[in-house]
């Protein structure tokens, strides 16, 4: 039986804007189980980032609920959210933010260092996530120094190093060209099939479209369309 | 963690330069200021202390309350039996006499006529006998600019410039005329044995120095004294431990209802000294509250700056699932290192300048040429231990409190909207 570590119900957000408010989210119901590459798609203010952030509970809903693996996130406490994150969420972002002060071997340690690991285990498993992502020679550069689908690759490394349960990656092709997305996307899918871990992309590129199993389409709002298809590319 | 923040603050110039320089100056200047301040303030005591008050004074009650007339007249008697009491009273304080007196120099041509005058003030001490310390305390032989210091009654040595206006050379005869303690006139010829500078303008005009033994000949003060000065045995004067002796004597004589009879007078009680005293106490402290307030407000509006820089840092890391509270913590210990390497090096550079101010001093003699205040021409900083956490403390305290503050805005943030906000 499959698992769900994702469940949306009758989920509401709502912003204050001036004397009112304005309602991102207008009652999603929507679940996502264990080792699924789903996408949100939709236009500028669907309502897709503000998902993604209930879900990597960095917002809680205004109305209804969402459990993280089990977890309400309306009724976490900072450190609680900060915990669920650290421990089985990663994020992948449009910018690969990447610390650059450090090289990338520390700015894919970071999270472990928050986990208490030991120095040999932070390197096996760092050396390890940097070698899923095929830049494992390149482990002492400054961020500076790498190409945008290198840097990219490093964003993966670092969301991935923990082994998350869910991986949430916002728009993560929109900054690189062709060659270096389908690469990116074929290493998230491998990731995926390999290590089982969920990935949910918020997204305009159609290259994303083609390797999603499942497209969440979203209008103002609310869930217009959600239907499981067949990945165009496969790994 | 802690490897991992030192390397973004060494890694990241803009991080901590900016702090560290502002610390560094703060620190520095509040030392050198602070050192500056006590050093002059402390020369104006000691000067005062070598001088004139001692860190004690006994005088006659009489003499004390008019003491700005110099009144001999009123002079303490019976002196050689009361210093016996204190040498056994107060066995590690050293008593000196001196006799302050009033008068006219006359400078003869040799032919039985007057070659210059000039009004002089007087003062005596035991030079002769070099166990009195008299010659160490008031520095003469250093001051001395001709000559030599005088070794047999009749001898003198008179003010440089005091010599120079009326043009006497060593060796010459100069005629005293005043009063003794009796109100008799009295004349005198002394030899001018040397000319003495003391760098203070007051004195340098119109002194004579000749030893008390001669002064009590000249004044007709056998046995008696117009001021006996106390110094404490680390030359250094400490209100706490004058206090109590200066309570004890005049207990002794709070039922005495004679007007000579010996009076106690501790030098914060003299010439005004206690407002320095406080002075000194206030503008060091009024300095180090100054700059922490001002640092703080500095390094406040820099914490700012820097954490809307770091807001990419900081959005990465609470994805990354630290906590807000963990971030807040991690920009305090930041904070406590940029202020520690901050205040160390500020502490350092404010002790050089120090030390170079105690050592060179600045030069005020030509604002004083026509000053009689009783202060030194050089005025230098002064060396002491305190100079070494002045400073130091309020930089550091400064560092963290312009982090708190400035870190408080990223705390109270929603996650979200700080989120967003990061543009992550």
Known sequence: MSENIISLKNVVKKFPVGDG???????IDLEFEKGEFAGLIGPSGSGKTTLLNIMGSLDAPTEGQALVMGKDIATLSHKQSALLRNMHIGFVFQVYNLLPVYTVFENVEFSLLLQNHTAAERKKMVMDALEWVGIENQADKKPAKLSGGEGQRVAIARAMVKRPEIVLADEPTANLDAKNAHAILKTMKQLNKELGTTFVFSTHDEKVMGYLDRIISLEDGKVVKDEVVEAQYTV | MIKFLLKGILGDKNRSVLPIIIITIGVSLTIILSGYMRGVMGDMIDQNARFDTGHMKIMSRAYAENKAQLPNDLALLGVAQLKEELKSDYPEIKWVDRIKFGGLIDVPDGENASKGQGPAAGMAMDIFNPESGEDARMNLTSSIVKGRLPSKPREALVGSDFAEKLNIKIGDEVTYMGTTMNGSMTFENFIVSGTIRFGMPAMDKGAIVIDISDARQLL?????????????????????????IVKSFNARYANDTDEYAPEMVALRDQNGLSSYLDMVDYFAALFVAIFVFAMSMVLWNTGLLGGLRRYQEFGIRLALGEPKGHIYRTLIYEAILIGIIGSIIGTAIGLVGVYLLQKYGINIGDLMKDSSMMMPTVLRGKFTPELLYIGFIPGLFAMVLGNMLSGIGIYKRSTASLFKELEV
Not at chain 2, 220 to 244: F, I, N, S, T
């Open chain 2, 220 to 244: 007709d003060m056998e046995d008696a004294v117009g001021e006996m000065l106390g110094y404490l045995p680390g030359g250094v004067y400490d209100d706490e431990e004058v206090a109590p």
């Open chain 1, 21 to 27: 408010f304005f309602t991102a989210l207008k009652g």
